[in-house]
């Protein structure tokens, strides 16, 4: 699901259903192999922490769609990601008296990300 890590491969349902003026769709998907990658620069602390998590993943597309006459139509769209991964931050302190030291950490990532849209259009 994270393009920048790489993604995922998953399985996905989805369906959709039309009559003249008005459709639906709806997907759901799972991913058991979801892949997160984090990096975060504590310049303050001078600390750089990397993690590379795995884990389960499912997403969720709800669609609806409205079309007034055959230009104009509207659209409610809900774009849901939730994922949970585990993993392992690596840690080093790259400035002061601390500099090199390294060590490692569990580390889990849990997030919702959400994307809600309405629109009016025009068909050409």
Same mark, same amino acid.
């Given at each position: 699901?994270? #393009?920048?890590?790489?993604?995922?491969? %998953? *399985?996905?349902?989805? %369906?959709?259903? #039309?009559?003249?003026? +008005?459709?639906?769709?709806?997907?759901?998907?799972?991913?058991?192999?979801?892949? +997160?990658? =984090?990096? &975060?620069? /504590?310049?303050?602390?001078?600390?750089?922490?990397?993690? =590379?998590?795995?884990?389960?993943?499912?997403?969720? $597309?709800?669609?609806?769609? %409205? &079309? @007034?006459?055959? @230009? +104009?139509? *509207?659209?409610? #769209? *809900?774009?849901?990601?939730?994922? =949970?991964?585990?993993?392992?931050? /690596?840690?080093?302190? @790259?400035?002061?008296? &601390?500099?090199?030291?390294?060590? $490692?950490? &569990? /580390?889990?990532?849990?997030?919702?990300? =959400?994307?809600?849209?309405? *629109?009016?259009? +025009?068909?050409?």
């Amino acid at each position: 699901f994270d #393009r920048k890590a790489g993604g995922a491969p %998953c *399985a996905e349902a989805a %369906c959709q259903m #039309r009559m003249p003026w +008005v459709s639906f769709f709806g997907s759901l998907g799972y991913s058991p192999n979801a892949k +997160v990658k =984090d990096e &975060d620069d /504590h310049k303050i602390r001078s600390i750089l922490a990397k993690t =590379d998590a795995e884990g389960d993943a499912v997403k969720m $597309t709800l669609q609806g769609r %409205c &079309d @007034y006459n055959e @230009y +104009v139509f *509207a659209l409610i #769209r *809900a774009d849901i990601i939730v994922y =949970d991964v585990d993993g392992t931050e /690596h840690d080093i302190t @790259y400035a002061g008296d &601390d500099a090199g030291n390294a060590w $490692t950490i &569990d /580390h889990s990532v849990s997030s919702v990300q =959400d994307n809600f849209t309405i *629109a009016v259009g +025009v068909k050409f």
